[in-house]
């Protein structure tokens, strides 16, 4: 059967999970739109419970699972990115305890206070994922992993990422219990190069946001650490400057 009508009630209800949070976290589920974001999901096994394919766009092949067949009108309408390869599925959550987290003895661990921005977030997912980030942890977050521009902007990097929300206190205790060397990024002059520091031991990197950087919580609690600059600029979007320390830590790991 074919679904034309707006007004289906399962059409009606991706709609809610794409723009509603509370809903979303309510119902814990989520929507992947995207061939590859989808084959992603899958392959690091999220659970399916549905698929939308419009027939005229899809060009790969058909997942295992229950599938709805939408006019490429409604696609349109449900689709984050528009006409967008013809597949949106919807997944179960899952939930991620920081305490089940087992680190490497050389484990490389990406922290981000207060991420707000889903793009960024999902930037900095690309990036761990890309440079062998063991975990990222999102300490005191106001954003949803599962937000679909975090899945979109992560090209569906999230799937395959050890990703964690915790309190501030929570963040640290697990730090210091498995003997991470700290490293903050507070705007300070004692701060020492980030070129410096060894990342062939446990490390944790920490960031805040770009309005206000690291919250006090954080003042003393870690080695001060900065990327060193040429120009007259004196910060770098968050994006950037967790991507160049996730390639400084694979460069030391491989060298």
Known sequence: M??????????KNVTKLLTDNRFR???KVFVVEGQQENERAMQYDFEPLEFFISENIFKGTLPDGKIHYVSEKVYEKIAYRGSSEGIIGI??????????????????VIIVEGVEKPGNLGAILRSCEAFGIDALIVADGKTDFYNPNVIRSSVGCLFGMEVYQAENTETLEFLQKNSFNIYTTLMDESAEDLYQRDFRQRSAVLFGTEHSGLSDFWIGKGKNTLIPMAGSIDSLNLSNAVAITCYESLKQKKG
């Open 2 to 11: 074919l679904i034309e009508s707006f007004q289906n009630d399962k059409i």
């Open 25 to 27: 976290k309510k119902s």
């Open 91 to 108: 997944y179960h959550t899952k939930e991620n305890s920081l305490s089940s987290f087992v680190p490497k003895k050389d484990s490389t």
